[in-house]
């Protein structure tokens, strides 16, 4: 009869603790703790891992990583010190504990110490995750500028080819263009010249022939008047 008053008393001063704010079963409350738990390892880990690659690695040592670092930095502690305290708390809530110390939010020492490390730390990660994206957007934003300039300067390089290419190309033509000039004035000129020669001997040759012909014909109308003043 003590036992079961005892229990019983127990029983009704939990229900009056927790004030009927969990009213699942304690399979909801293993799941739940279960959860709870497995995030606790994943953040503690994950964050843990973080630091430790940030603080072995020197390449990655830039300045817009510190505020990530400064984020694991939160994130670990919050993980480590919070989650455990609220883990142990939903637990009570749900009846899983066999061994238990009690409402921790009926020791106000607790609960101070909860509110600001809970508090402080999360705030911290915010304020972390905030001026991450800031410098993330300007980091983009440098970027996209970089690039216009980048773009601007390649265009202006291949514009320079360009005119280059068409000055050479003139240029080129340019002299195509003198040199076929001069080929086309020797050439003209060693046609007239050969034009020229030709028509010097071929007109020696015709007045040769003409000296021949008016000669023997000279000769030949000579003698024909010979013969016919003999032959009177």
Not at 173 to 189: G, H, I, K, L, N
Not at 195 to 214: G, K, Y
């Amino acid at each position: 009869m003590t036992n079961t008053s005892s229990s019983s008393s127990t029983g009704v001063s939990r229900r009056n603790d927790t004030n009927d704010v969990y009213d699942g079963t304690q399979v909801e409350g293993i799941a739940l703790c279960s959860a709870l738990t497995l995030t606790f390892i994943l953040v503690v880990v994950g964050n843990l891992l973080t630091i430790v690659i940030f603080a072995k690695n020197k390449n990655i040592r830039k300045k817009y990583l510190f505020l990530v670092v400064n984020m694991a930095f939160a994130d670990l502690f919050l993980g480590a010190l919070s989650l455990p305290v609220y883990i142990y708390h939903v637990g009570y809530e749900f009846h899983l504990w066999t061994t238990f110390v009690g409402n921790l939010w009926t020791d106000k020492t607790i609960v101070i110490s909860y509110v600001i490390v809970d508090s402080a730390f999360s705030q911290a990660s915010l304020i972390s995750a905030v001026f991450i994206t800031i410098a993330e957007f300007r980091r983009a934003l440098s970027l996209c500028c970089t690039g216009r300039h980048l773009q601007a300067a390649v265009d202006t390089k291949l514009s320079k080819r360009r005119k280059e290419r068409h000055r050479t190309t003139a240029e080129f033509s340019s002299e195509v263009a003198f040199e076929q000039d001069v080929m086309d004035t020797e050439f003209s000129r060693e046609l007239a010249f050969e034009q020229n020669v030709m028509d010097t001997e071929f007109s020696r040759e015709l007045a040769f022939e003409q000296d021949v012909l008016n000669t023997e014909f000279s000769s030949e109308l000579a003698f024909e008047q010979d013969v016919m003043d003999t032959k009177l």
